[in-house]
């Protein structure tokens, strides 16, 4: 069973920077796509960075591209979410995941969740 637990959540300022990190237990992180995935209250829920199987392609939705850098660490099967010049739309919960796929580009295509860390962006 795979398991994700994302941390690194918090309050910030607008134009502030955080950093989210989410291990994964279970399986090994290059068997997965991976991606961090948002969902504001009222809001679906919507992808905000993807990464595929092989690390050599993220993918960003135009609402955060230039800010958010996905990455992940092998050695420690370990995801990271780099969020710089935030802004109060960003305010949301934040979700790891990951897909049996080369990459995942949907919602839909994710089948393991974390429980999801709270950011919330203040003016």
């Known amino acids: 069973q795979v398991q994700l637990v994302e941390s690194g959540g918090g309050l910030v300022q607008t134009g502030g920077s955080l950093r989210l990190s989410c291990i994964v237990s279970g399986r090994t992180i290059s068997s997965y796509a991976m991606g961090w995935l948002r969902q504001a209250p009222g809001k679906e829920r919507e992808l905000v960075a993807a990464?595929?199987?092989?690390?050599?392609?993220?993918m960003y939705p135009d609402s955060v591209k230039g800010r958010f850098t996905i990455s992940r660490d092998g050695a420690k099967n370990a995801v990271y979410l780099q969020m710089t010049s935030l802004k109060p739309d960003d305010t949301a919960v934040y979700y790891c995941?990951?897909?049996?796929?080369?990459?995942?580009?949907?919602?839909?295509?994710?089948?393991?969740w974390g429980q999801g860390t709270q950011v919330t962006v203040f003016s």
């Open positions: 990464i595929d199987r092989g690390d050599t392609t993220p």
């Open positions: 995941a990951a897909a049996r796929a080369v990459i995942a580009l949907s919602v839909e295509e994710y089948e393991y």
